[in-house]
């Protein structure tokens, strides 16, 4: 349980470092392109892009995890995986594991129905970032039941979808910040918040009419794989 809680601390940590850079990056592009469409002048551009303060997160990752400490880490991570420790046979885990990915996902694909319910986009999209990662674990083992390339292209096209609205709508949240409001100035930042919502509109028609047409019978094929794997939860 130690070695298991503390490799997972090591995967948040380089997750964190990586996925804070990841998301300046996009939202630096996502602004840029903004601000094009807005025609904002070259030098209120220049200024903002100040405001994103990037870190340099592969120097950090490289400082905090050299090489070496990573192999160790890898090394510790496949002497836990050889050590299982569950009485339970592979299939009657897997079952219990994919069908419950399946239901977690399956709470949030309503709220796509409001454009308003901004958490939950965000949280339906991680419950298919879960569900892609345990489609493709079982892939291999379970190929007479789960039809792993095509459910894996299914859910990576949720999945950007769904990621792309999240980016516009934190790119809005940052530009209304009281630090970047201030920076920006009202003139600078009205035009700015009509063509960001015009784009937030865009992108949530397309990911919801996307979760609407695929979601529902994936999930279906999901349940039904998970019975056929093994016992389901009770």
Do not use: C
């Not at 300046?24 to 469409?37: H, N, P, Q, Y």
Request: proline fraction near 6%; avoid cysteine; charge should be positive.
């Amino acid at each position: 349980e130690r070695a298991f809680r503390r490799s997972k601390r090591r995967a948040k940590d380089l997750r964190r470092i990586m996925g804070a850079r990841r998301e300046a990056d996009v939202m630096r592009e996502d602004f840029l392109a903004l601000a094009r469409r807005a025609s904002m002048t070259e030098n209120d551009v220049q200024g903002a892009l100040a405001l994103f303060q990037l870190t340099d997160a592969v120097l950090t990752v490289k400082q905090a995890y050299p090489p070496s400490r990573l192999v160790r880490h890898g090394v510790d991570l496949m002497t836990l995986a050889e050590q299982p420790e569950s009485p339970l046979p592979l299939h009657d885990l897997a079952a219990s594991h994919l069908y419950r990915r399946a239901e977690q996902a399956a709470l949030h694909v309503d709220s796509l129905r409001d454009p308003k319910l901004v958490p939950e986009h965000h949280e339906l999209r991680i419950r298919f970032k879960s569900l892609r990662y345990s489609v493709e674990l079982m892939a291999e083992p379970f190929s007479e039941f789960i039809d792993g390339p095509g459910w894996v292209r299914t859910l990576k096209r949720l999945q950007d979808g769904l990621g792309v609205l999240n980016d516009i709508q934190d790119l809005i949240a940052w530009m209304n910040s009281k630090r970047v409001a201030k920076a920006l100035g009202k003139a600078a930042l009205q035009p700015l918040n009509v063509v960001a919502e015009q784009l937030q509109a865009e992108r949530y028609e397309t990911a919801r009419d996307l979760v609407q047409a695929e979601a529902p019978r994936l999930i279906s094929a999901l349940r039904r794989a998970a019975g056929h794997v093994g016992p389901l939860p009770a």
